[in-house]
């Protein structure tokens, strides 16, 4: 969050602390660290994965540490949960969830582009220019991001290297950019190897905001459920997605319009596993290389 959120003016300084943490010696250190910094309010952004009683928790950790006032803290289902959006199968995004906690502070028109405007500074844009140009890189490309640090949202690399291979013998001259953390950067090499145009892998190369600059030149993101997923669509690229079925349909999906994303809500949907055995991942291996290859190449036509 620091570092997608710098530049915006939206906070001044980060305090850092260990998620989940339960040793008691550990909780009264942050306990006594955020009391000392005699906040007067504390805006609750974070998912409720406990349910009502991690809600509860919570707020009385932080009402312990001096904090008067406290905004967001879900405690009604609405907030608690991504419900179903009526009159469809899709369900209200985790963005909307959040939003509606946090309503007492005022509103906002989702689907107006300025609430997602990440304030790229001109050194960002600058630095990304730079890093198309040190590859060769001077034309719109497809952007792609094959990996991620969830087994159960991998589409594994046997579908990526054929989806690749086929882009790459459709359009030769067509640049690639790679996008992901420095762990995917095995991955992302040998898919390179398959391309024939200009290419690039920046994988650990560079940071969320300047990933999210040089994605400014993309003409489609094809992808994994991922952080550069949503640093696409924030920057206004179509998305081609490809998700497992762990998560609700919807509560985690790129935000605006025009993107192309596959769900295939298998009976096991929902169940939030990190690592599926027993069902092999039937939801996000049963996407076929023929649709998402077809869906890249109508988002190509259409851009």
């Given at each position: ?46 998912k409720p994965k406990g349910g009502v009683f991690t809600s509860v928790r919570d707020y009385l950790f932080f009402r ?192 605006g319009e025009g993107h192309t994303i596959f769900y295939h809500q298998t009976p096991c949907w929902g169940c939030g ?31």
């Amino acid at each position: 969050m620091e570092s997608i959120l710098e530049h915006t003016g939206l906070y001044d300084d980060t305090l850092r602390y260990p998620a989940s943490a339960r040793d008691l010696r550990a909780l009264w250190s942050l306990r006594r660290q955020v009391r000392s910094g005699r906040y007067d309010c504390l805006v609750y952004l974070a998912k409720p994965k406990g349910g009502v009683f991690t809600s509860v928790r919570d707020y009385l950790f932080f009402r312990s540490c001096g904090i008067p006032k406290l905004i967001g803290v879900p405690f009604s289902r609405r907030t608690l949960h991504c419900d179903r959006i009526p009159g469809t199968t899709r369900y209200k995004s985790e963005t909307v969830r959040t939003t509606d906690a946090i309503e007492s502070l005022g509103t906002a028109d989702l689907k107006d582009p300025k609430w997602w405007d990440m304030r790229l500074t001109a050194t960002e844009t600058a630095e990304a220019d730079a890093v198309l140009a040190k590859h060769g890189i001077t034309a719109p490309f497809l952007a792609a991001s094959v990996g991620t640090k969830i087994q159960s949202k991998d589409w594994e690399e046997p579908n990526w290297n054929e989806l690749i291979g086929r882009l790459a013998a459709r359009h030769p001259g067509l640049p690639l950019v790679l996008f992901g953390v420095t762990e995917e950067r095995e991955r992302s090499d040998r898919m390179l190897a398959l391309w024939r145009g200009p290419k690039a892998n920046l994988c650990g190369e560079t940071t969320p905001r300047v990933s999210a600059a040089v994605l400014r030149n993309a003409v489609v993101m094809v992808c994994h459920d991922s952080g550069p997923m949503h640093l696409a669509a924030t920057m206004g690229i179509p998305c081609v997605a490809i998700f497992s079925a762990r998560n609700k349909p919807g509560e985690w999906f790129p935000r605006g319009e025009g993107h192309t994303i596959f769900y295939h809500q298998t009976p096991c949907w929902g169940c939030g596993l990190v690592e599926c055995v027993d069902k092999k991942k039937a939801c996000i291996l049963s996407i076929t290389v023929d649709e998402v290859e077809a869906a890249v190449e109508r988002t190509l036509r259409g851009r």
